[in-house]
């Protein structure tokens, strides 16, 4: 893997403030003597719910790992009600914002231009957007994967002049909450789409530099096949990355792919 691996931990709308410290002891012991050797060699990130991210700051301070945030507004300040700002993510060391996720897409509406408008905030103000995009199972069966994965970027990086600093996450939708990964093959093949994608928009050099995460049900039996393929670069993991234990065997899995 020519890329540093990120992976990353969506924790959706789970957990309470209790269970944090608890959370982060079992992560860090599951590691144990290998903690320091693997996070100089692969970014680990979570993106907890935004209330969590002071204590989850506190709780990994020396350690060095990466925060996200779930979702954030490309507006600066104002009277946007239940949104955050890049500059209060700036404010708690979130470095990985995730942008467009299938459930925000789906839930909250999310479309390509708001997302593409949240991607160029981010990238501008020195974040690094996690850009999620993926096919439902229909597009899937209708073998459109490709045309809707091409859509999707299209749009959510039209205008963009630099993408320095841009992740993007394959996720299928079908795969994500259900158990049911891509296989290898098929997360590499679009995997493989996207990077020539990001070639023809912004040139072979900066493509090669682009990290592209696969997620949709990764787990600690299926994350090393995944991360063995070539353009899969690190994962988003949403159902395990709640469990501290597979989290970190999903965590060590990259950590032994590139050393
Ligand atoms: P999952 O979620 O690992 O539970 O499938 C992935 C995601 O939504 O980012």
Redesign the pocket.
């Known amino acids: 893997m020519a890329r540093k691996p990120l992976i990353a931990g969506?924790w959706?709308m789970n957990k309470s403030r209790s269970d944090l410290q608890e959370y982060f002891v079992s992560y860090f012991a599951a590691l144990g003597e290998n903690l320091q050797k693997v996070l100089d060699n692969i970014d680990v990130m979570f993106a907890p719910p935004a209330i969590f991210l002071s204590d989850c700051k506190q709780l990994t301070s020396e350690k060095n790992i990466k925060l996200g945030i779930q979702n954030l507004f490309f507006e600066k300040s104002g009277a946007f009600t239940g949104e955050h700002s890049i500059g209060m993510a700036k404010d708690f060391d979130v470095s990985f914002p995730?942008v467009g996720?299938?459930?925000r897409r789906q839930f909250f509406g999310e479309s390509d231009e708001i997302i593409g408008k949240k991607v160029s905030a981010c990238l501008e103000h020195g974040l690094k957007p996690i850009l999620?995009v993926g096919e439902t199972l229909e597009e899937r069966k209708e073998q459109k994967t490709h045309l809707v994965i091409e859509k999707q970027i299209k749009l959510a990086l039209s205008g963009l002049g630099n993408c320095e600093g841009l992740v993007v996450?394959y996720?299928p939708v079908w795969?994500?909450?259900?158990g049911l990964?891509a296989t290898s093959k098929e997360a590499q093949d679009v995997h493989g789409f996207i990077r020539e994608m990001m070639s023809g928009l912004f040139g072979g050099k900066v493509a090669e530099k682009v990290r592209i995460l696969y997620?949709?049900?990764?787990?600690p039996i299926n994350a090393r096949e995944l991360l063995e393929q070539h353009d899969i670069d690190g994962a988003?993991?949403?159902?395990?990355?709640l469990r501290p234990l597979d989290f970190a065997q999903i965590t060590m899995s990259a950590y032994e792919v590139v050393s």
């Open positions: 969506n959706k995730i996720h299938s459930e999620c996450a996720e795969a994500i909450g259900t990964s997620g949709g049900s990764v787990s988003l993991v949403g159902g395990a990355s």
